[in-house]
């Protein structure tokens, strides 16, 4: 509904056939996103991580020849996305449920908020029963009998360290769950991802929460980026079985999900990758057409956007973004006494490996790769993917460059803070940055102006 309150609308999209493999598309403006990378950021996390999930990339969308300008491309979880990806024997999916209301988190009759995703199956007891059964669940032992646990802990920790209060953890919605044929357990999946890492975000929204359930929670601050797990989730009775009466378990998928996805050695690049391939785009998107409107503004009760493109594109990036992606990975790695530079050696070593889908108990290794045009795939959409870029290295160097000058006065310019000071992907950037900031290296492509101490 928020989306629907802006000039540009977004569409849901129903096949007769298939197109890239799928039958239902999402097309979002993200229209509170000027960054335009929240959601396919948060998915290409969610994937390389190893969950099941959807995926995202970009799209020029035009309608009888008209151009609508840029959206975000993603999967729906339908039917079709569970046949195409879990495979079942059933030709009729009736076990996948959404929550997409306000209030899922498995206390007794929270099911109310869901629904059955096949319309033509409105039947809810199967779901029903799941609630009541995890509502008894004293021990995460009982609840792993009926949920895969580990996809859940790592969707807990991806929400609180891209900080979504969009889905289980806080406001209960934009979840689904499907009951798989491997093992008859449930998995638990996620999408929307526009309200992420920072955006529409405030410290009230914890205001009537009181003290956390883990026991802290007294003065937990004004600055979300500093919020604690158990600040962040609501003080929910299947989370304290999961996580707070097994914390050593959540360390370690804290641990995997900074080594394997979320860290700056890895993010950046890619966040500069996509920003560099979406500048003309999201030019063209604020561009005037011939009777004075923007691209796909047909809402005319929305709220009209201000359109100042690359400079609040730029801003929303580099001051919104990354500072959130690189102060809360700093938090996190303080919070539990994590080594950088331990997980850094880890990062830039590490292979994706997969959610596989047949069983949910073994994880496959996939390869990713970067596609840096835009291609044509049917008169109406052209889309572009841009994957996780991997760096492999067998050595990793201490400096970016041979002679760093030891004071500002002998620079030719000046790096800002969290911005590429060297590498082979930014050969003209200086090496001197900001005062309190220093040139780390991450990789023979990268090295980014970190906080000093």
């Known amino acids: 509904m928020y989306a629907r309150s802006k000039d540009k609308v977004g569409f849901n999209i129903k096949l007769n ?72 024997s059933a030709k009729e999916i009736t076990n996948l449920f959404q929550c997409k209301s306000n209030g899922f988190d498995f206390r007794p009759n929270s099911a109310s908020v869901c629904v059955n995703a096949n319309d033509d199956y409105p039947d809810m007891t199967e779901f029903e029963k799941l609630v009541e059964e995890i509502n008894a669940c004293e021990t995460i032992e009982e609840v792993e009998k009926l949920m ?22 806080y406001n209960g919605h934009n979840l689904m769950f499907y009951k798989r044929e491997g093992d008859g357990k449930w998995v638990m999946m996620e999408y929307d991802y526009d ?26 601050g004004e600055d979300p980026i500093k919020y604690t797990f158990a600040d962040w989730e609501m003080n929910l009775p299947l989370v304290n079985i999961l996580v707070h009466q097994h914390t050593d378990r959540f360390k370690e998928i804290v641990h995997q999900v900074l080594v394997s996805a979320y860290n700056p050695y890895i993010l950046i690049p890619h966040i500069d990758e996509i920003k560099q391939f979406l500048i003309p785009y999201v030019e063209e998107d604020s561009t005037y057409l011939s009777d004075d409107s923007l691209p796909g503004r047909i809402n005319q009760l929305g709220k009209k956007q201000s359109y100042s493109p690359l400079p609040e594109f730029e801003d929303k990036i580099e001051n919104g973004l990354k500072v ?60 572009s993917t841009v994957a996780i870029s991997q760096t492999i290295t067998s050595t990793i160097t201490d400096n970016i460059v041979d002679s760093i000058p030891t004071s500002l006065s002998s620079c030719s310019s000046i790096t800002k803070a969290y911005q590429p000071c060297g590498g082979l992907s930014f050969p003209d950037a200086s090496p001197c940055c900001e005062e309190g900031f220093k040139c780390e290296f991450y990789s023979e492509y990268f090295a980014m102006c970190i906080p000093a101490n």
């Open 195 to 220: 309200n992420t890492f920072g955006g529409g975000l405030s410290a009230s929204y914890w205001d009537n929460k009181g003290p956390n359930q883990d026991g802290t929670g007294a003065d937990r």
């Open 17 to 88: 056939k298939k197109f890239l493999g799928r039958k239902v598309l999402r097309l979002r403006p993200d229209a509170s996103d000027k960054g335009h990378l929240r959601s396919k950021l948060s998915c290409d996390i969610a994937n390389r991580i190893g969950l099941p999930s959807i995926q995202a990339s970009y799209a020029r969308l035009y309608m009888n020849g008209e151009f609508w300008g840029l959206y975000t491309l993603m999967d729906a979880i339908k039917s079709s996305f569970i046949k195409q990806n879990f495979n079942p």
């Open 324 to 383: 959130w992606i690189n102060s809360k990975f700093d938090f996190v790695c303080e919070t539990y006494g994590f080594d950088k530079e331990e997980i850094k050696r880890e990062a830039l070593n590490y292979v994706p490996k997969g959610y596989d889908y047949s069983s949910g108990k073994k994880n496959q290794q996939i390869t990713t790769s970067t596609i840096n045009e835009d291609t044509t795939v049917t008169t109406i959409i052209t889309t």
């Open 148 to 169: 895969d646990v580990d996809v859940l802990l790592k969707y807990y920790t991806m929400e609180w360290l891209i900080g979504s209060f969009d889905h289980f953890l």
